[in-house]
């Protein structure tokens, strides 16, 4: 495999990414794809005009390798309508570079209609990566339209990918049932243990930690609540959202002590870990959060509700701690159990099943399975179909070149 292009989702840019402590973490599998000679040139489609002088940037403070590139769209489609255009338009504009591309990869459902699109106009193979369905959050939050366009597309893209990646049990399920003849793999989010060393000690006194955007779903008014009535501390990460206003008046007028800590890079926020013993994560539906997967790496003690991703990696008194609902309630009583035990073990045995299960070694031979079967496929089909094509240009007595 010498050249692997991947689809961001709609809007994203490097200097989003950068700005959220998420680049050097969502480029880590790439990196270890060329530290191990297994690629030789990384291609972005991105949807930052300026991205370009921004990888330029990063490559000279040493942050991401020099073969790395980025296909941008032209300063005409800077705008956000210019963008959604671009997703449409921008496989034809860069049509010359995709072409010598060995295989497509996306990251999440939006934006895969781009790497679809790509893939019909080059001919190259596609690796369909998502994260939690964007179909299911839709129905959840009740926007029936948005549901539909949504299961559309990923119905579309499912059905013409020549390999699906999602992460957890459930969502394989969920896919897999939308074609027979696409193979769904588990690809697992990951976790860099170089940067994730153990906590060294475990106590009630340290404020608790929440990692995640600002936004109804994660349920942070609740997580507020029960901390307050336990007396204890809570320290809020993030990187996006629309509550912080809100959530900032909620606490004062309960007298909740919460700080707000806005967002730090990725490998920082591993270094924060050792600041505390508990970390939380009780929303109302997640798939398979990385920072709980980090948090636990750590060695903290996690906190979460019986959602799709939280249920795959807590397992009730042995790696975590679920909440019996999403209510305050519940939340302060799951809270109250992991503050009264203090257990260490649990910490031990979340690092533990991260280890096994969660760590970017294994995601990146997991992935690199995925694309060369995928590619050695496609190249076994171009030689099937030249092979009939020859045949049948020697039966009518037609010249084959």
């Given at each position: ?195 994730a060393s153990p906590i060294s000690e475990y106590d ?198």
């Amino acid at each position: 495999m010498k050249r692997l292009v991947l689809f961001t989702p709609l809007y994203v840019t490097f200097e989003k990414e950068r700005r959220f402590g998420l680049l050097v973490r969502n480029m880590a599998q790439y990196v270890k794809f060329i530290e191990r000679n297994e690629l030789e040139e990384f291609c972005i489609f991105t949807y930052g005009i300026n991205d370009a002088a921004t990888l330029v940037a990063l490559q000279r403070e040493g942050i991401l390798p020099a073969c790395f590139r980025v296909l941008t769209p032209p300063r005409w489609l800077g705008s956000k309508f210019g963008q959604v255009l671009y997703s449409v338009i921008g496989p034809f504009i860069h049509r010359a570079e995709l072409k010598k591309a060995d295989v497509f990869r996306t990251q999440q459902v939006s934006g895969s209609w781009t790497a679809l699109i790509a893939k019909l106009l080059c001919n190259k193979p596609l690796l369909f990566r998502l994260g939690y369905p964007l179909s299911v959050r839709f129905r959840t939050e009740g926007k029936r339209l948005n549901y539909l366009v949504t299961r559309f597309i990923e119905r579309l893209v499912v059905r013409n990918a020549d390999h699906v990646a999602v992460t957890s049990n459930i969502m394989q399920r969920y896919y897999g049932a939308m074609s027979r003849q696409t193979n769904v793999t588990v690809l697992p989010s990951y976790v860099d243990l170089s940067l994730a060393s153990p906590i060294s000690e475990y106590d009630c006194s340290k404020p608790i930690l929440f990692v995640g955007r600002l936004e109804p779903v994660k349920n942070i008014d609740n997580i507020i609540i029960a901390c307050n009535r336990l007396k204890v501390p809570l320290h809020l990460y993030y990187g996006g959202g629309n509550l912080e206003g809100h959530l900032r008046k909620r606490a004062a007028e309960i007298g909740a002590i919460v700080e707000f800590k806005g967002s730090v890079p990725n490998e920082e926020l591993m270094r924060i870990h050792h600041n505390h013993s508990i970390f939380m994560l009780c929303s109302l539906r997640e798939g398979m959060p990385k920072a709980m997967i980090e948090a636990m790496a750590s060695g903290l003690i996690c906190v979460g509700t019986r959602t799709d991703g939280v249920s795959e990696l807590i397992e009730h008194g042995r790696t975590g701690y679920l909440a019996g609902g999403f209510d305050a309630d519940a939340i302060e009583a799951a809270l109250a159990m992991a503050l009264k035990e203090m257990n260490p073990q649990i910490g031990w045995n979340a690092r533990e099943f991260v280890i096994k299960n969660h760590t970017l070694e294994h995601a990146v031979d997991v992935e690199l399975g995925i694309l060369k079967k995928i590619i050695a496929s496609t190249h076994a089909a171009d030689r099937l179909s030249s092979a009939e094509t020859g045949k049948s240009r020697a039966s009518t007595g037609r010249p084959t070149n």
